[in-house]
């Protein structure tokens, strides 16, 4: 499995908020992407401290696992656990300092062993699955737009530029508790973590034709952020590919 991410501020903030971390085993392959908000300090401050806390967690988790008898719900409840101990990281760590306070951001992340991919997410940052040159929007957005199109009160196209797309329901760090969703993917070609930097800017067509276009997954990143930029740069850009094809 090849995993490769990039991160870049964008062309109208004055600091990146975003962050993301990978880590890969002969055993499995994990990636982790947040969004930080709370002000230039508190947001890049909290998404930090979340992925390192949820990467941490999965790393100890993992090493004690028997990849050969573990179960689904097995990885669905470490991944969950992991999320909530960030949770608490970024809680904490607000209570240390007044420029922290109120601080929070997005995660989501996939561990993937073999052909299966095992997601975890809290916020509107996105994982995108692509199987046979289709692609599909695995995660749910925890936002007040994305609550109006459950409700139909809104369409999906009206989403797309709602003057409230920005309010987060359920966020990292900002309660002492939080909730998050699981996933299962049981085959994919390619895996795309991203911020709302991206996924704002660039349409599930335009991701999908960048992924599959043959080129190598660097490339294909540097791609998806100017493209990002193209579109005004308005926010941070963070993307994480996974590749089962270039394994």
């Known amino acids: 499995m090849v995993c490769t991410g990039i991160s870049d ?4 903030r004055k600091s ?13 392959t994990a990636a982790v992407v947040c969004d930080g908000m709370g002000g230039a300090k508190g947001g890049s401050t ?5 992925a390192s806390a949820f990467m941490k967690s999965v790393k100890s988790s993992f090493a004690q696992l028997d990849l050969d008898r573990v179960t689904t719900g097995d990885i669905d409840r470490i991944l969950a656990n992991s999320l909530n101990l960030a949770n608490t990281a970024v809680y904490e760590k607000a209570g240390t300092s007044d420029s922290y306070e109120g601080m929070g951001t997005t995660l989501v992340a996939a561990v993937c062993i073999g052909a299966k991919a095992y997601i975890v997410n809290t916020g509107d940052s996105r994982l995108y699955s692509v199987k ?7 995660t749910k957005d925890h936002s007040f737009v994305q609550y109006l199109v459950d409700s139909g009160a809104i369409t999906e196209n009206e989403a797309a530029d709602h003057p409230q797309k920005n309010i987060i329901l359920k966020v990292v760090g900002v309660s002492e ?3 998050c969703d699981v996933f299962n993917v049981s085959d994919f070609d390619y895996l795309l973590l ?3 930097g991206l996924s704002n800017a660039v349409s599930k067509e335009e991701m999908l034709n ?3 276009d043959g080129l190598d997954d660097g490339t294909k990143l540097n791609i998806l952020k100017e493209l990002a930029n193209e579109r005004g740069g308005t926010d941070n850009i963070t993307a994480v590919i996974f590749d089962r094809k270039g394994q």
Do not use: M, P, W
């Not at 909290?46 to 979340?50: E, K, L, M, P």
């Open 9 to 12: 501020i964008g062309l109208k």
């Open 16 to 28: 990146n908020q975003d962050c993301f971390r990978i880590h890969i085993t002969k055993r499995y």
């Open 46 to 50: 909290a998404s930090r401290t979340a």
């Open 132 to 138: 046979d040159e289709q692609i599909t929007q695995i």
């Open 177 to 179: 508790s939080t909730e």
């Open 194 to 196: 991203c911020t709302d």
């Open 210 to 212: 960048v992924l599959t």
